[in-house]
């Protein structure tokens, strides 16, 4: 009876223990299935996400036109002048800012134009863009108190000086030796002081003095009884007026450091440039 009772406990309690086991085991089953119903709503939510896979066709549709294109004639040239076309000409550089001038050496050129009786009237800042103006800019109408200059003068305070210097020291004593019977000199006549433009007025190259105030150019001279053009003096010219214009274009590099005088390239057959452009080491160019 005792081995009975044993055996049936035992029976009893191997289902009380199987039961904790089982039960746990159960609920974990419902779970896996919301993960599986979860999987198939990401795998709608990924059909979309393949739906631009058509929107690629449209590109593999153009490499078939391609083909086609191959068949017009007027293509491949396009393609052939490709090669020889010369690379794209590089930017030009950016136009230089107005030069800022020197306080202290533009005080003593002012100092300087009213000891000489120059007269001249300071002007505002010029700034007219693509590298053109003068930072203090003058207008001059003399050039001492007995020349004057016309028309008015605008350039810097520096060419407007060198300008009265060689006038003073040779223009009117030279005049008197080599152009007597004309009397005093009145006017010095300018063709361009300060102007925006390139060099020769070309449409290319590099900018002009005098769109930086550092130029002027002489058209001639008036004297009480007369006037003078410049002119081309040739070293064989054997009259009085020539070997005044020839020691006037060899005077004129000792205050200008670039002279082109009358007849010293095609741009300068009838008047004489000269121009205060600092270059390395002092060269100076003068023809
Ligand atoms: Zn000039």
């Given amino acids: 009876m005792l081995t009975r009772l044993a055996l049936a406990a ?50 593999e549709a153009p490499a078939d036109v391609e083909p086609e294109a191959d068949n017009t004639a007027e293509e491949p040239p396009a393609e052939m002048q490709g090669p020889p076309k010369p690379p794209a000409p590089p930017p030009p550089p950016p136009a230089p800012p107005v030069e800022k001038e020197d306080e202290e050496a533009y005080r003593a050129c002012i100092g300087a134009l009213k000891t000489m009786g120059v007269t001249f ?8 863009g693509v590298g053109c103006g003068i930072d203090k800019p003058i207008a001059a109408t003399t050039l001492s108190s ?16 060198q300008l009265a210097r060689m006038t003073r020291d040779f223009v009117e004593p030279a005049a008197g030796l080599g152009l007597a019977g004309l009397g005093a000199l009145k006017t010095v006549r300018q063709a361009s002081g300060y102007v925006c433009r390139k060099r020769n007025s070309a449409e290319e190259g590099k900018i002009s003095e005098h769109a930086r105030g550092n130029a002027v ?10 006037s003078v053009a410049m002119v081309i003096a040739k070293p064989e010219d054997s009259d009085l007026a020539s070997a005044f214009q020839r020691a006037l274009n060899a005077f004129a590099c000792l205050y200008f450091s670039t002279v082109l005088s009358p007849g010293s390239d095609a741009t300068h057959q009838d008047h004489m440039h000269l121009d205060v452009m600092e270059r390395r080491g002092g060269y100076r160019y003068c023809r």
């Avoid at 150019?217 to 007369?226: N, P, Q, S, T, V």
């Fill in 121 to 128: 009237k300071e002007l505002p800042r010029i700034d007219d």
């Fill in 217 to 226: 150019d002489i058209a001639g001279l008036d004297f009480e009884k007369g």
């Fill in 10 to 59: 035992a029976l009893f309690a191997l289902p009380a223990l199987a039961a904790p086991d089982t039960i746990p085991a159960e609920p974990p089953v419902p779970l896996p299935k919301p993960v599986e119903e979860q999987a198939p709503v990401e795998a709608e939510q990924a059909a979309p996400a393949e739906v631009p896979v058509p929107v690629e066709k449209p590109e």
């Fill in 146 to 161: 007995d020349v004057t200059v016309e028309p008015e003068l605008t350039a810097r305070c520096e060419t407007v000086l």
